[in-house]
């Protein structure tokens, strides 16, 4: 075998990676958060961080983005080391991010919060077909974003996203305080997404809505990765999943 058929399984491997996860540690003044993180995610998979309140699944979207203090150890996107990256050069990557926060801008209307964010790639999707996903939006198009419902509000952060040519959407916390209605559209939209190729990590509190949208779940606890289940082993491993965090 040569050289180049030695490395092929190597490169078709790290293809199929959009993101990589590597030894990382991060930091918030002197506090320590992040304990030595390590998980994959492959193209057009759906994967969720579970854990509780303070295991450190926050901060690990918000080290990816480079939005914390400080950050070492390692993290490919797209092939792309991106560890001593500006925080604004991150999304030109194709990297969506949705804070549990939400940020929507009051005094702009719906279509004027969906066309605010720069397009950063190439193939995002188009004003018709994200009021085709989120049917609601375009009722309230000209409404102003204090005048939007929770889940309203969360739909557009996430359409906002879509809009921008993102490849991998990192989601926190989408259904916090969101009536199940509400969930199950949510639900809905992120099978679409997941149908369209599109990369999805996810961090939730909502077990019952996470569990049969993805692919492997990663348990997190003290800011470290604890377990992998994939979907395939959740039956088995639910009851022990369950006593991990505390449902």
């Known amino acids: 075998m040569n050289t180049a058929e030695a490395q092929a399984p190597i490169e078709n491997a790290q293809s199929l990676e959009m993101l990589r996860v590597q030894d990382l540690h991060a930091f918030y003044g002197e506090s320590h958060i992040l304990h030595g993180v390590n998980f994959d995610v492959k193209r057009g998979e759906l994967v969720t961080l579970l854990g509780r309140n303070g295991a450190g699944r926050s901060t690990t979207l918000k080290s990816i983005m480079n939005m914390v203090g400080r950050r070492t150890g390692s993290i490919v996107i797209n092939g792309n080391e991106t560890l001593h990256m500006k925080p604004h050069h991150i999304p030109r990557l194709g990297i969506g991010y949705c804070p549990e926060e939400r940020g929507i801008f009051a005094s702009l209307d719906v279509h004027e919060n969906l066309l605010l964010p720069p397009t950063v790639r190439s193939g995002g999707m188009s004003l018709d077909e994200i009021y085709a996903m989120f049917p609601n939006l375009y009722e309230r198009r000209r409404s102003q974003g204090t005048r939007l419902s929770g889940g309203e509000q969360q739909m557009l952060a996430m359409a906002r996203i879509l809009r921008t040519g993102a490849r991998m959407l990192l989601l926190d916390e989408i259904t916090e305080g969101l009536a199940p209605v509400i969930v199950q559209k949510l639900a809905e939209v992120l099978v679409k997404l997941k149908e369209r190729g599109m990369t999805i ?40 999943l369950n006593s991990m965090l505390g449902v």
């Not at 509190?205 to 470290?224: C, E, K, Y």
């Open 201 to 240: 990590v996810l961090v939730e509190q909502n077990f019952r809505f996470a569990a049969p949208l993805a692919d492997r779940h990663f348990v997190m606890d003290h800011g470290q990765i604890v377990e992998e289940i994939s979907a395939a082993q959740l039956p088995s491993r639910r009851e022990h």
